[in-house]
């Protein structure tokens, strides 16, 4: 049976919410990493390092922050806004966890293996383009060229790879916010806090944004009636599992989120974290007490995908909705119309580029 959350991960996290004496002794590194990413972004901004501006307006979310804070539900919510805007967008990600030779497309029909388990869950959720490879920029020009449609590009993740240039950045916390607020390895930071970024998003379901907080908004990812994993056509609110032996898995950077949800939803399951990004090559379940004790085991869509060969009825899968204060959503959609008349213009010249035979810029 695999073990759950690592120890030592979890000390570590734990640790990155307080100044005690592991941040202190791990200061000194911290003050070196600062100084490595203050130069580095500095170094792209005022072009000492080569980067590239795409003929599409690019929308960043990402985070400061190491460990998952929600950008992937966000993203798919942006692409779903931005798509009922009359826009045409297209999602471009790493593909955290797979080895890939060169850019790939994702299919709703792709293995999570392949392609990695966010990437597979946007191109399920949205139907556009999503692509995958760790140069962006490549990748990104890429799906250009195969979906010459696109006018907008959502970047996944991939707020430090400066190689790509952005016109939106959207930074991501959620209740953990910025930890004790010290940068790597004394705390959870891969840039300061006071890093400029055009919108900070929270994805918390108790933040509310207000007036004096420009720039701040929220986001909360509503529940959905859970389907059944080797039964995707059988759907049960989950009031259907109240009183029931519930256990609660969840492969995800944060686990407890998912866990506060169901309680907050009237569930007292027994609760299951792993690994964030775990591909269920070994069965989590099988010999776990607590899963043998279940009448229902709960997982998060994120991790449905790479356990789609389980054949267990007891396992439901609980989707959600994420639901983004609409003040950004406006605000994203303003800048992207803002700059669309010259990406098409220069979109074209790519086009016609590679119809000529000549490489891509």
């Not at 940068?183 to 004096?212: C, H, K, Q, V, Y």
């Not at 775990?278 to 279940?294: E, M, R, S, T």
């Not at 609409?326 to 010249?349: M, S």
């Amino acid at each position: 049976m695999p073990a759950p959350r690592h120890a030592l991960a979890d000390f570590v996290t734990a640790q990155w919410q307080r100044r005690g004496w592991f941040a202190w002794l791990m200061l000194p590194f911290s003050l070196l990493f600062g100084l490595v990413a203050r130069v580095r972004r500095y170094g792209y901004l005022h072009g000492w390092f080569k980067s590239t501006r795409l003929p599409m307006p690019v929308v960043v979310v990402g985070n400061v922050t190491v460990g998952g804070t929600g950008k992937t539900p966000a993203v798919i919510a942006l692409a779903q806004a931005l798509t009922e805007a009359g826009l045409r967008p297209g999602v471009v990600s790493r593909g955290y966890g797979v080895t890939l030779k060169h850019p790939r497309r994702v299919k709703p029909t792709s293995k999570a293996s392949d392609v990695g388990d966010e990437p597979l869950l946007i191109a399920r959720a949205a139907d556009i383009p999503v692509w995958v490879f760790p140069d962006r920029a490549l990748c990104a020009q890429t799906m250009l060229v195969s979906h010459p449609g696109v006018n907008v590009l959502l970047l996944d993740d991939g707020l430090q790879h400066y190689r790509l240039q952005r016109d939106f950045e959207i930074v991501m916390f959620d209740a953990r916010m910025g930890g004790n607020g010290l940068m790597l390895p004394a705390g959870p930071l891969r840039e300061p806090l006071s890093r400029p970024r055009d919108a900070t998003l929270i994805n918390d379901p108790n933040f509310r944004a207000t007036p004096d907080r420009p720039g701040v908004y929220g986001m909360r990812l509503e529940l959905d009636d859970a389907w059944q994993l080797n039964d995707p056509t059988m759907a049960r609110p989950l009031s259907a599992f109240a009183g029931r032996r519930v256990l609660a898995a969840a492969g995800i950077g944060n686990p407890e989120r998912f866990f506060a949800s169901l309680r907050g939803a009237g569930l007292s399951p027994k609760t299951l974290p792993l690994p964030d990004h775990y591909d269920f090559a070994d069965d989590p379940f099988a010999g776990n007490p607590d899963a043998l004790d279940a009448d229902v085991i709960l997982i998060t869509e994120k991790d449905a995908v790479k356990c789609e060969r389980f054949d267990d009825p007891r396992i439901w899968v609980v989707p959600t909705t994420p639901v983004i204060d609409a003040g950004l959503i406006d605000k994203i959609r303003r800048a992207v119309q803002a700059r669309i008349p010259a990406a098409t213009a220069a979109a074209a010249g790519l086009n016609k580029e590679h119809q000529d035979g000549q490489p891509a810029a």
